[in-house]
């Protein structure tokens, strides 16, 4: 089957890049950038036309335009676009200030100060410096900016640094955001822009794919100025330009996470297709990109670059296969070096195809494109009937044939708007939940050196408890005045319910990770707990015997993933059958309760048990066990097994279940996914939760 090519129109207006001609959305940021103080503008065009440059050119070359903090859903592919930026930077704009930030670079750029300062520090003084050179760019993730704006850095004004020096907000890839994550940037956004002293006002989201509820939501509850950019504008269109190649596509059905178990055992069938061209394989799991990976080093002679969340060779070097899972999807920018004429991937969602096959981009004339795509057996059979097919013809099929996660919305009102209130009183009274629990377990006191006045919280709070209502409340027509008990001091809450506003406040959830020195690749990194026990050959050490075992010239780097782990370990390499991991202990209280009255919470006395057909011990697991019994296991209990439970409340496949005396306990943020699901399915969903 063919998959048609995809041309969208030039216009005859002012290039944004000299000799290149503008499409529609570039000419319309431009002036909307330039015109405007105020505004929600949405980037719209399709993968490949010049999203990323309809801002950052503007940016650059603008005049006094303040910083631009440009938020992207991974590392891998902020650092990707920060080189993007640099480079035209060089050329367009010499002076002008652009810097990548993660967690990594934060420690290197501390450590370079003469003097001791914390990340909170060099978050402000690279903004001041910014700020008062006209303008710059922080290319980076969500995190860094959600965190500097609850003041986690440690320093009392980077917040108001953020507030005072940045004008504008970019979200890259904005649909992969979960409600969540959707929620609570837009509630932080009305709390931004509702600040006479905040600077903030200009929020731009990049997305082939807008989402509908997304602007309204904006519209009706934020009230905010939308711009919609997409490929068309009022200048004479001039041409049209090829954005994305022809494709010959080739379906074969697969089941979730089995692709890689095809693809190794029907090899004579795929090796033709790898042959004389780059070509990247993207599927779903580490474990299948790191099985795949290894079977082509022992039986090619083909250069692999191995990338996923556990795995990420250099791409420096040059490569014939990449093979990576979802860090790959949204983490690399597929051209010029990287530029692929191959693809095979999986897909089981509509989301995931669409996002794995605009991989396939910058076409050149002269080749000839290919992809398979390992899929359901009903789209497989569905798309069998067509020769050829437009863009758009084959979304319309996606959506005929295939499904996204289910969304728990009711995830708003039962959970997600406890977030927003730890937000409010971090404000207010210039504390987190994480303070008091610190504060509680040392049986020390609460310092209250930050916040608000007192007139000025008075009113905030009343305001910010209204703003609140409309965001995560509206639409289910509560009665405001009951969740009103929810809305006290946090320093009054009861332990369980700031153990659950800890639980929510990482951006992108918690879990348990475990710092390990990968053998393979030579790299010290965090990873998740389950997933090792699951699938490595692991040793756990206490941290003096980790660092004597790591190489030396990486021991200086191990404090930089500590924060927020709960052990060390040294991994030999990955294992082809995994191990089974359940949890046991005590028996938890919410095992005798009834389903309505269980809830999500913090339970101590839990450890992992863990077994394979060889029957060998991982050494020093008791250390993890004693850690854990201590710590506690944040999770929500189900009746159903692991798998029954993730088929009947359809939990999705990376949904942390673990079992546990004969039901399962989903893990961490599941926890309330997993709440909001059983709430959902039993007609309770619009209920408070009964925390107090």
Not at 625 to 638: D, H, I, P, T
């Amino acid at each position: 089957m063919i998959i048609e090519g995809l041309s969208i129109p030039r216009y005859d207006a002012e290039p944004l890049r000299e000799p290149f001609l503008p499409y529609g959305h570039q000419v319309t940021t431009r002036a909307v950038m330039k015109e405007r103080d105020e505004f929600f503008l949405f980037i719209t065009a399709p993968t490949g036309a010049g999203k990323t440059e309809s801002w950052f050119v503007p940016a650059l070359t603008g005049e006094d335009t303040g910083v631009f903090f440009a938020l992207y859903p991974t590392n891998a592919l902020a650092l990707d676009q920060y080189r993007t930026i640099s480079s035209l930077r060089d050329t367009l704009a010499p002076s002008r200030q652009v810097e990548f930030l993660d967690a990594e670079r934060l420690t290197t750029l501390r450590d370079e100060y003469p003097v001791r300062v914390s990340k909170g520090e060099v978050i402000t003084h690279i903004l001041q410096k910014m700020s008062t050179q006209g303008g710059g760019i922080i290319v980076t993730n969500p995190d860094i900016f959600v965190l500097a704006l609850k003041n986690v850095f440690i320093d009392p004004y980077v917040e108001s640094a953020v507030r005072t020096c940045v004008s504008s907000v970019i979200f890259d890839e904005f649909h992969l955001y979960d409600l969540k994550q959707t929620d609570f940037l837009l509630f932080l956004f009305d709390d931004l822009i509702s600040s006479k002293h905040c600077s903030i006002r200009k929020f731009i989201f990049l997305s082939a794919t807008p989402s509908k509820g997304l602007i309204e939501k904006i519209r009706d509850v934020i009230g905010g100025d939308i711009i919609i950019a997409d490929e068309f504008c009022d200048e004479k269109e001039v041409d049209q330009r090829l954005i994305l190649p022809p494709v010959e596509m080739s379906f074969i059905p697969a089941k979730k996470f089995s692709s890689g178990e095809i693809f190794i055992s029907r090899f004579f069938e795929f090796e033709p297709f790898l042959s004389g061209v780059r070509t990247a394989i993207i599927f779903d799991s580490a474990i299948e990109v790191a099985v795949v990976s290894e079977f082509l080093r022992a039986n090619t002679s083909y250069r692999v670059c191995e990338q996923s969340g556990f795995r990420k060779d250099s791409m420096d070097e040059p490569f014939d296969i990449l093979v990576g899972n979802k860090a790959v999807e949204v983490g690399i920018d597929f051209k010029g070096d990287y530029s692929i004429q191959h693809l095979i991937f999986s897909a089981f969602s509509v989301s995931e195809f669409l996002q794995r096959f605009g991989r396939l981009r910058n076409p050149d004339p002269e080749i000839l494109y290919r992809a398979i795509c390992f899929a359901p057996e009903s789209v497989c059979s569905y798309f069998s009937q067509y020769e050829s097919i437009s863009r758009s013809q084959l979304k319309d099929g996606l959506e005929r044939t295939m499904r996204d996660s289910r969304v728990y919305t009711s995830f708003r009102w039962r959970w997600g708007f406890l977030e927003a209130w730890e937000y409010i009183c971090h404000r207010a009274y210039g504390y987190l939940a994480s303070d008091i629990i610190q504060c509680r377990e040392k049986k020390g006191f609460l310092s209250k050196t930050g916040g608000m006045t007192t007139k000025t919280r008075e009113e905030y709070l009343v305001e910010s408890a209204n703003r609140m209502y409309q965001h995560y409340f509206s639409d289910i027509s509560l009665d405001p005045r009951s969740i009103s008990p929810f809305l006290i001091p946090l320093d009054k809450a009861k332990d369980s319910v700031l153990d659950i506003m800890a639980e929510l406040s990482p951006f992108r959830g918690g879990g348990f990770s475990v710092v390990i020195y990968y053998e393979p690749s030579g790299k010290i990194q965090r990873y998740d707990l389950f997933f090792l026990l699951r699938w490595t050959e692991i040793e756990f050490l206490r941290c003096e015997a980790f660092v004597k075992k790591v190489p030396e010239d990486l021991r200086s780097s191990i404090k930089n993933y500590e924060t927020g782990t709960i052990g060390f370990a040294y991994v030999t390499g990955m294992r082809t059958k995994p191990r089974s991991v359940k949890l046991e202990g005590r028996v938890i209280e919410q095992i005798c309760l009834p389903e309505k009255r269980r809830i999500p919470c913090k339970e101590r006395g839990l450890f992992p048990v863990v077994k394979d057909d060889d029957k060998r011990p991982i050494p020093g697991l008791s250390l993890i066990e004693r850690e854990l019994m201590v710590k506690g296991v944040f999770c929500r209990y189900l009746d159903l097994s692991a798998y029954q439970s993730r088929k009947y409340y359809e939990l999705g496949d990376y949904t942390s279940l673990i079992s546990y005396k004969g039901g399962s306990l989903a893990i961490g943020q599941d926890a309330f996914i997993a709440d909001c699901a059983v709430a959902e399915s039993l007609s309770y969903e619009r209920d408070l939760p009964l925390i107090l």
